[in-house]
């Protein structure tokens, strides 16, 4: 049947768009993906929610955490650059520091949820992608940003999936329970090995205490990505947010087992459409993937 005169074209989604909180988050729970998706020829976008500005000391209380944005700004570029993205958009809220920090004026925090909502809408409505990934309702560790984030981008995402050309899948990155100890191993022995044998703050243990509590029960998962084909890929990434590394450094090739174990897969929960019960999957659907 001929298009009626005045009727517009539906758009096909078409991508990948990942929305995070902070620079790092990305490259951290999704990079392997992103590249993965990337390389295949998806069009891929990382909409960052706030400047990251809280970063300055990691893991330490009672101390000025303000840093510059533009340096985590300029990371994320970095990270985008080597995963093979597009440069980064950012909503620009300021960072909203971790719990008892006290949110700063203009941070995520303290913006009104539909205001932010609107604004992720507004980008999905631009980009159409066909899949987004977000964190879990946890926010892997609770940070405040980031179950904000979790909470407006999964409703931006079901406001913008009932429009003619909206996205069709939701993911939210999620830790499995029996993955967290094992990575948690993992990043103490590699502190030890970057010569960081300072005790874990108060800040640290708090976060160690949240992943444990926060991960997901393992038959919660659905997707496992294996992201071997692009482990340097995301460890680049990864170094490119040098002012979050306290001097961790993952690019040793000794280390490629271990390398392997911390960051060999990465792991969803798929929102929409729904799983039938027990269903697994090691792709994202509605993309394209190289194999
Ligand atoms: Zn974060």
Redesign the pocket.
């Known amino acids: 049947m001929a298009p009626e005169i005045g009727s517009t074209t539906p758009v096909t989604p078409k991508g990948l768009l990942a929305i995070?909180?902070?620079p790092?988050?990305e490259s951290y729970g999704a990079g392997g993906v992103m590249a993965l998706a990337a390389a295949a020829g998806n069009p891929v976008w990382v909409l960052c929610m706030t400047n990251?500005d809280q970063g300055g000391r990691p893991g330490e209380m009672d101390v000025d955490h303000s840093l510059d944005p533009e340096i985590r700004r300029n990371e994320l570029a970095c990270a985008c650059s080597e995963l093979g993205v597009a440069e980064p958009i950012f909503l620009g809220y300021r960072d909203s520091g971790m719990e008892g920090w006290g949110a700063p004026e203009g941070s995520l925090a303290r913006a009104p949820q539909d205001e932010v909502v609107d604004r992720i809408l507004a980008v999905i409505r631009r980009l159409r992608p066909a899949v987004i990934v977000t964190f879990d309702p946890g926010g892997v560790y609770g940070?405040p940003?980031?179950t904000a984030c979790s909470a407006t981008a999964t409703a931006a995402y079901r406001r913008a999936a009932g429009e003619l050309g909206g996205p069709v899948a939701l993911y939210h990155q999620a830790m499995p329970r029996s993955a967290v100890a094992a990575m948690q191993a993992a990043m103490a022995e590699e502190r030890h090995r970057a010569g960081d044998d300072t005790p874990p703050s108060e800040d640290d243990l708090r976060q160690a205490e949240a992943f444990q509590k926060l991960a997901r029960p393992d038959e919660e998962i659905t997707t496992v990505v294996p992201i071997t084909a692009v482990i340097e890929r995301k460890v680049a990434a990864l170094a490119c947010h040098d002012s979050q590394m306290r001097g961790r450094r993952w690019d040793d090739p000794e280390q490629r087992a271990q390398l392997e174990q911390m960051f060999g897969r990465e792991t969803f929960v798929r929102v929409d459409p729904a799983p039938t019960p027990g269903e697994m999957e090691d792709r994202f659907v509605a993309l394209t993937w190289g194999d």
């Open positions: 995070f909180a902070h790092d988050d990251g940070h940003d980031h």
